[in-house]
């Protein structure tokens, strides 16, 4: 298990007239590539808005937000002061929508907005998400204009999705670069052989409910 990884400068600044409100993104995503690159952009496109905690698992991120049933430093988590979460909907152990329906679940009368992004574009994965909540949803790989709406969903009303559901003749996943397919090789969940069709199961199901 990764320790959270964390990013940025200058915490709790924003206060004084004409700076900039530096908000705590918590970006959740099991693959060391995709959280890498979710960073990444973030900071790039964020012009300092955002401070990003990186973790690997849902499980990790109720850590981080005081949430898990082990008995949690109160001070520690208040001084994380989460303002957003970004994850991945699709993980081991605790998927997306697991964290997110315990971040929906807590009494505190304005929950952290979450965000869920995903590799792929389902309608009925949107509608779950959107049900339970979510502020957002995004589609994989991120791409600069999602940074934006990123901050807009801190003071965004929930269950509001701004993703429209995608047309029937619209593709379901975006299209990847060839250098970030070479990276995610070692995990990819379709093979494929020249010429012969792989018939192929998922490793993950993310849309059964736990048992």
């Known amino acids: 298990m990764e320790e959270a990884e964390g990013g940025g400068e200058g915490e709790g600044e924003g206060e004084g007239e004409g700076e900039v ?27 300092g808005m955002f401070q990003v905690i990186a973790v690997d698992s849902g499980k990790k991120a109720m850590e981080v937000l005081g949430l898990n049933n082990a008995k949690t430093d109160s ?14 909907y699709c993980m081991p152990e605790m998927s997306g929508f697991d964290l997110l329906k315990a971040v929906r679940e807590q009494s505190s009368p304005k929950p952290i907005p979450v965000v869920i992004m995903s590799s792929e574009n389902e309608p009925q994965r949107i509608d779950r998400c959107r049900a339970v909540g979510a502020a ?27 993703t429209p559901l995608a047309p029937k003749n619209a593709p379901s996943k975006r299209k990847m670069p060839m250098d970030r ?4 090789s070692g995990t990819e969940r379709r093979p494929r052989l020249a010429g012969v069709a792989v018939a192929w199961l998922p490793l993950r199901s993310c849309d059964t409910p736990a048992v």
């Open 75 to 88: 001070t520690a988590a208040d001084e994380q002061k989460i303002d957003v979460i970004l994850t991945d």
């Open 21 to 47: 409100v530096e908000l705590r993104v918590l970006v959740v995503d099991d693959s060391p590539v995709d959280r890498r690159m979710v960073e990444g952009l973030i900071k790039r496109s964020g012009k």
């Open 181 to 184: 397919m070479a990276e995610k």
């Open 136 to 162: 957002d949803f995004f589609l994989k790989p991120l791409q600069s204009t999602d940074v934006q709406r990123l901050r807009d969903s801190v003071t965004s009303t929930p269950l509001a999705l701004k």
